[in-house]
């Protein structure tokens, strides 16, 4: 991967997650790997996973145009693969209560809510842990 593309990931993951959320997942001691997907040589989406003993999907973002294509879909069915070629049983991922529609898709997806996380976006703004399970 390019420096440009490296830089383009990182300016999408900004602007799509806000502050907070990039510099924690930036900054987790972790193993980490990040899936990009393109169109006509531009990048529009990426998936950043990381792991130790655990596997998570730490973001998924896609450019707003590019929504509702299956970008974001193909991204998660990517890192779920690489989980299972690492031998991980399960991929965890938070998602803010608030985001209904977006827990409604991680549920289509395979996901199931596991617990709530109080205060995990800060005071009184709390996320869903999910997992899936691998078949």
Same mark, same amino acid.
């Given at each position: 991967? #390019?420096?440009?593309e490296?830089?383009?990931?990182?300016?999408?993951?900004?602007?799509?997650?806000?502050?907070?959320? @990039?510099?924690?997942? =930036?900054?987790?001691?972790?193993?980490?790997?990040? @899936? /990009?997907?393109? =169109? %006509?040589?531009?990048?529009v989406?990426?998936? /950043?996973v990381?792991?130790?003993?655990? @596997?998570?999907? &730490? =973001?998924?973002?896609?450019?707003?145009?590019? *929504?509702?294509q &299956?970008?974001?879909?193909?991204l998660i069915? !990517?890192?779920? #693969?690489?989980?299972? #070629?690492? %031998?991980?049983?399960?991929?965890?991922?938070?998602?803010? /209560? #608030?985001?209904s529609?977006? /827990?409604?898709?991680?549920?289509?997806?395979? @996901? !199931?809510?596991?617990?709530?996380?109080?205060?995990?976006?800060?005071?009184?703004?709390?996320?869903? =842990?999910?997992?899936? *399970?691998?078949?």
């Open positions: 991967m #390019e420096d440009d490296v830089e383009e990931i990182i300016d999408l993951e900004y602007e799509i997650l806000g502050l907070s959320v @990039f510099v924690d997942i =930036s900054t987790k001691p972790y193993h980490k790997k990040v @899936f /990009v997907a393109e =169109s %006509n040589g531009e990048i989406g990426a998936a /950043v990381f792991w130790n003993d655990e @596997f998570r999907l &730490g =973001s998924i973002v896609v450019k707003e145009d590019f *929504r509702r &299956g970008i974001g879909k193909a069915k !990517r890192s779920i #693969e690489f989980a299972k #070629e690492k %031998n991980f049983n399960s991929v965890w991922l938070e998602v803010s /209560v #608030e985001q529609n977006l /827990v409604s898709y991680y549920k289509s997806l395979g @996901f !199931r809510i596991h617990d709530v996380i109080k205060h995990f976006y800060g005071i009184g703004k709390h996320a869903y =842990s999910m997992v899936y *399970r691998m078949r």
